[in-house]
């Protein structure tokens, strides 16, 4: 069954318009409260945070407004990384937690993500459950009034998520001596990420961390890291973070100003951890788009990797299905579940940090963990309304280009469930997947106008 509010991950879209707007937030705070709400008198409690996005407020007051007509207590963070939320919404003991987010998507847009009582997020089932409730009659979810739920700010909620971040870095090490540029993309780790890093020992530079509402990943973060290489040659610092919007995922950047992904970043946690026999199953998790340089350096430690869809949430469901403590994907989003139940970019980092201290060598040495195969990926944004897949001339190119492939390459071509765009990537020989996803590009342009 298709889904009409939810994509990828959560509820996302241009503000204002189409599935992204007050109103679809005042009836998912009423659906949702009734989805969780369980049969006891006790009260229920729903956690909110958001990203630095001016609409943020909007729809905060929206999603309040639903969950109190519905009888459920809000706790809102203001400005936090989803897995904050994800990892407070568990710790509190809240019914449900809500992040208000677009994740790594210009500040036009904006999102909302839950996570059930268990700090996960929702399964598809779920999410079909709760749109069913959204389309329903909103009054069967209204409260009496003598039940009407209540809302405060919790003013402590950064720096609990700070000692839970703080406590998976090993106690015997410090950041001491290490220079480190933090990308903060203007966005929701804007204070929490450099008092981490602070606090364990480093000497911080954080670079775009005012945000003003219309800012977030405005050249820079994870989305842009260039601006955060050019910083970390400036101050010739020993390593760079680069955040996106929510903080969920994490790019490096080494001394010597190279960016690094998230494959490397999961096959350099996933050696050190086989080696230290912490890596449950001896195999981890990531998608389609991982590396084959990734899987074929691991097979020769002896680590399975199991492909997922894209998507973080899959990630990690293929994860818990099969009983790995280690997954995640190509754009940074780095599942550790020792310690938390979604990507959490600064967990992330302070492993790799950790690793970094330990083996007392530069970052371009510890992060050069395999050599690529030749990838290439390239977006093609269509118009609203458009189907450019559903095209014969798409069609065609594809199988044409699968074709000239002949069994030397890996070609993808799918649609991103949170923007109007094609995602088209190939990976093999560099002579055979440059014509191949320019062919195709080619044919979803013309389809997509």
Known sequence: MTKRYFGTDGIRGRTNSGVMTAETALRLGMAAARFFRRADDRRHTVVIGKDTRLSGYMIENALTAGFTSAGMDVNVFGPLP??????????????????????????????????????????????????????GDPSEALSPPTEIGRAKRVDDAQARYVEIVKATFPRHMRLSGLRIVVDCA???AYKVAPRVLWELGADVIPINDRPDGT????DCGAVAPQGLAAQVLKYRADLGIALDGDADRVILCDETGRIVDGDQLIGLIALAWKKAGKLQGDKIVTTVMSN?????KLAEHGIGLERAKVGDRYVVEAMRAGASNLGGEQSGHIVLSDFATTGDALIAALQVLAL???????????????????????????????????ADVVKAAIADAEASLNGKGRLLVRASGTEPVIRVMAEGERKLVVPAVDQICGALESAGE
Do not use: C, W
């Open 82 to 135: 989803t897995p904050a939320v994800a990892t407070l919404t568990r710790s509190l003991r809240a019914d449900l937690g809500v992040m208000i987010t677009a994740s790594h998507n210009p500040y036009e847009d904006n999102g909302i993500k839950l996570f059930g009582p268990d700090g996960y997020k929702l399964n598809d089932a779920a999410e079909l459950e709760i749109e069913a409730l959204m389309d």
């Open 186 to 188: 203007n966005g929701a």
């Open 215 to 218: 800012n977030i990943n405005e």
């Open 292 to 296: 084959m340089g990734l899987e074929q």
């Open 356 to 390: 970094l201290v330990e083996g007392d060598q530069p970052a371009s040495k510890l992060l050069s963990v395999f050599k690529p195969a030749p990838q290439i990926l390239k977006n093609v944004r269509y118009a609203p309304g458009a189907r450019p897949m559903e």
